[in-house]
Structure formats: C-alpha cells, structure tokens
C-alpha cells in the first residue's frame, strides 16, 4: 500500500498547473486618459442638453485672479459661441443647401441644423513651461484657443523656481440668466513654509462664489466659464 501512495504522490508532482503567465492586453479609453493627465493633458465636458428647451445666447470667458483679486475684469476673455439652436429656417437658400451637402440636415429634428449641447474644455501643454494652452469646443458649432501665461512659484528665499499649476471644477448648483457661469479653475500651487514642500490641496470640486479656503492660499489663477443669455422670440 505505502508503495502505492508513493507512485501516486509522484505522478501527482508531475500534473502540469495551469501556467501563470505576463499577458499582452490593449489599454482601455481610463488608461489613455490617465496616460495625458500625467503628460499635462485635462479634458472636462460639460453637459447643456437641458437649457435646448429654450434659445440661449453662448459665450465663453475667462477671468484672472491673484490674491489681490481679479486682474483687469475689462480686459477678460469673451468670446461669442452664438445661438445654442439654429434653425433651417434661419439660413439663407445657399446656406441651406451647404448644410444638405454636409449632411447636416439628416436626422434634423425640428427644423434644428445645429446646436450646442455640450461644451469640452482642454488644457494643453506648450513648448514654453511658462504657459498653457486652453481649447473650448462647443458641440459642433465652433471652437475658441487661448494661450495662458503663468506665473512661477519658488521658496521664501527664491530658490527652486518652478510652474506648477492644476484644474479644478466647480460645483454647478445654480443658473442665472446672462450671468457667468464658472466651470473650471486653473490653480497655481503655493509654497508651504511650514511644511517645506509646495502644495496644492482642498475642494475637489469649488464653490462658485469662491470662498473656498484653498483659494486663499493660491498665488495666481484662472477662472473658466460660459454665460447663457436667453434670446427673446423677436430676435430670433
């Protein structure tokens, strides 16, 4: 019997295992994401499905912002996106018949050629450190760029000179006809004497009236946003 036990034991050493082995996969859509944020690359969509019920006015701005405040709100970025819905009716005869040969017209509902239901904001790296680049794109209507400048952070003593900046979206709670609408920040980080180290940290998402404590502490940043103004029916 022990002489039995003893060859099955053996045999039994000698079953292969299912082999545990390193294999070849294709990356998902979260792994190239994750991929271009680590290169500097943000990309935030914003839905506007729910203001198409009405005829708005769109406009993109962005606003600057130090610790004294905001930095020349004359001078702020506003650039007209137009009409979030245009209709076949408003366009001329040539017009109309572009837009059938752009195959815009197929699938049209409600006489609906065009329409801005979303907004996808980019952050872009550049070739200076001292800059970055924003891409706002609104649905299949039209595009804004704009490059950004920086400003550098450094120790108390202006040592360790460096750009270092990052996003953040805003909580979205409220609407107010033809008001700014913040969407998305671009925070400088600081330096933290305390702790010796630079930092950023807070609110994953910031209040729209921009009272977090986090901005207390940030040197420089920029504040990106829409405002939606309705359209009266005669001016349509």
């Known amino acids: 019997m022990k002489k039995i036990l003893s060859l099955l034991v053996a045999l ?3 079953v292969s295992l299912p082999a545990q082995n390193v294999k070849n996969g294709e990356p998902s859509a979260e792994d190239v994401l994750m991929l271009l944020r680590t290169m500097g690359y943000d990309l935030y969509t914003f839905d506007l499905t729910d ?5 708005y006015e769109v406009s993109f701005s962005i606003k600057e912002y130090d ?3 905001e930095i020349d709100p004359d001078c702020n970025t506003i650039w007209i996106a137009g009409p979030n819905k245009i209709r ?3 366009l001329s005869a040539e017009e109309r018949q572009q837009a059938k040969e752009l195959g815009l017209t197929k ?12 907004v996808n904001i980019a952050m872009l790296p550049t070739q200076q450190e001292s800059a970055m680049k924003i891409n706002a794109m609104f649905g299949g209507v039209g595009s804004y760029s704009e490059v950004l400048n920086l400003r550098p952070i450094s120790k108390d003593d202006g040592s360790c000179k460096q750009y270092k900046y990052s996003t953040h979206p805003f909580l979205i709670d409220s609407f107010d006809d033809g ?3 913040p969407l998305l920040a671009l925070l400088s980080w600081w330096y933290d004497d305390e702790a010796d180290a630079f930092r950023q940290c807070g609110a994953s998402k910031l209040k ?3 009272s977090d404590e986090i901005l207390q502490n940030v040197p420089h940043y920029y504040v990106i946003g829409i405002i939606l103004e309705k359209i009266e029916s005669e001016k349509r």
Request: charged share 40%.
């Open 179 to 181: 008001k700014f609408i």
């Open 107 to 118: 699938g049209m509902k409600r006489g609906v050629v065009h329409k801005i239901d979303k």
């Open 67 to 69: 610790k004294r405040g």
């Open 208 to 210: 729209a009236d921009l």
């Open 51 to 55: 203001f198409l019920k009405d005829d």
């Open 88 to 90: 076949i009716s408003q």
């Open 12 to 14: 039994m050493s000698y």
